[in-house]
């Protein structure tokens, strides 16, 4: 996923003397909100929160609806290109060889998202992908500074507690903030798109649905 | 016996009622946290009222305490529904028409809060200014309105938000019949203690207020109405906990699925697309190029043709596994077609779960774990790399299965006498031949006209 930030026009020696007085205020104040921010992954019954939150628990739904009502609830434009191969043969190998199956790229200033996809991909990783990429905007992953010090892999149990990052700005779905380390955002990211995946199939038989009109 | 007494026996034998009700029919089959703290409150309520009717505790702040400790069960009800419907319990979900609204559920979640704190200081008010609380058609100062009004009103407003809160879970659209019954019950019985409170704050009114040739009669009315509402209120909450329903698939089986189907499956694919695409099986381009002629010059349905050219780079990338694909070998293909199994031998389960065949388009059917490719094709690919003859599967194969053992021996995926002991030399075998023969000239064909 890449982020298009917007450009500011006052660049120059001063400023960066300026953010270089910033930087160290603005990590202490993020220090400490990784002392108290901090959440386990995403449960199946947390994402259906989400998705009542968006009209949808309860209901059968494509990852189409899903897009569209995610789009409308954090006011941007979110598109899917789905590339068929013929168009641009280069696309597939290029992804498959850095080992990605799509891309997410967003853009502040436009308010949009677009995720790209090739058409070769198999149904069911097509749509799964698709949902991943989404995913990351409900989670609100994109309206986050990326902290290095945080880019070890790790494989926690998923009751673990999990740092995580306050937001630039913007809106996001999850009620947590986003995880601090990349991996557990990507990890994140999965869940949310198997969630989705059984969450529309199933509709009110989901376990999870249920349980929101059955609260005593 | 006062009418106090009177009345606390009243109460406290349907309480009592209640509560061996809840105990003998609904706590052995179903144990809710609602259930479990019901069944409590209905015994602190019938000990309550008890008392009340065995010592006459009339005149000061006994008096008091006595009827701000009868309001406390309905109040610690209002406040669980409140706080039960806003998701504050724990693992519990929100109701789905609160999760939609971060207002209501601020407000259904300050209830405890609001409550606990009105009856403490109407509990102040008593005690400061005391009133002849108990005793029920007796006048009243101003100061026990206030008192009443103090707890009743957080309650009135409580309960009415709960009871909407249940309407609009009910009324949500496609919902089983069930859940409908059950809100409405659980709305019904908040909106009688919503009731319930509002008369008992016109009751506090009336004591205070009107002369006592008018109040008796109406006061001897609004108990009889009062009795009626809690007798509703009770067999509603009884109705709605008695309404049960299973969810057609369990939690559990939806983990393990997400956990283990789901992610074996995507896995699996993924890191074959990258081999395919990134050309890391080298003899596959080849050889799925043919398996696709030779579908097409037999006349094979789109189906089957997906079924064979999933076969062949199963088997090509089985056969040659690249740094990107050693996790795909004959084990995980096993594992993720005994996990498919699974699924399908839950005919409600495998109905359900389905995905689309392409991205807002409604022209292709939807795949199911039964009808996409990769289930015909794990179980083909596996016979022709893993099988050694061993099939117990006495069916003669389908005309696909023979052009992808066909194209796999050509290419050197699979060994030709291994081939030989599978397949038997029938009108199959020997079409599925043709067809590939020809195939590899329309090819050749190609590749020299361009």
Redo the contacts between chains.
Sequence with gaps: MNVDSPKRDLAGPLLDRLTGFWRPLRNLGAARSRVNGSRSLLT??EF??EL??L?L???RF???HYSDALGEYLNISIT?H?IPDSWYPEL??L???S?R?GELRYSEQLNLAAIL??G?????????T?LHELGHLAAGDLLIEPDEQFEEQDQHAEQTMFETLPLKKGKKLARGYPFAKESLREREA?LRA??A??AG????????A??????? | MSAAQHQALVLGSVSFVAFIFFLCFLLPSKR?K?SVFAACNLLFVTLMFGAVALVDLSGGRAEIMVAVMTELPVVLIVAW?CL??A?GLP??????PV??RPWLRAILGSAPLVLLLSVGLATVVGLVWPSPALRVYAPAPPQFFVLKGLIMTPEVIYSGFAAMVFVM??R?T???RR?YF??LA?SVGMVCIALIALESTVFAGLRVWPSREARRAILETLNTLEACLAICCILAFIA??SLR?T?????TL??R??TGW??T??QF??L????????AAGRLTHASDAVVEACRIEGLSESDTQRALATIRLVAVMRDPSS?TQQITPDAARKLYELQEEILYDDVLAS?????????SRALEP?TVKS?P?HDALKAALELVDNHGESEDVRTPPLWYYIVAVSATDAKMIDSTHLSMQLRDGTERRAAVEAYDAAKRVLRMLEDHD
Excluded at chain 1, 120 to 128: E, F, G, I, K, N
Excluded at chain 2, 272 to 279: D, I, K, L, P, T
Excluded at chain 2, 352 to 360: D, F, N, V, Y
């Design positions: 199946a019954a259906q929160e009542a939150v009209g628990s309860g209901r494509e990852p189409e899917v789905v597939s190998r992804l498959a060889i080992g199956l996809v090739p070769s991909l198999p149904p069911l990783v097509l749509t799964l698709i999965n198997s969630y995946l059984f199939c199933l509709g009110d038989d989901s376990p999870y249920h349980g929101m009109y059955d609260v005593l | 809710t609602f529904v039960a419907l998701g693992a519990q979900l929100p109701a789905e999760a939609r879970a009910g949500a496609g919902l089983k859940f059950k809100n659980f709605g906990l329903y969810p057609a698939v369990a939690t939806l983990h699925l997400q789901l992610r499956q995507e694919e993924s074959e697309w990258q081999a395919v695409s990134s050309g990107e359900k779960i389905s995905w689309a065949a392409g991205w807002r795949q996409a990769l």
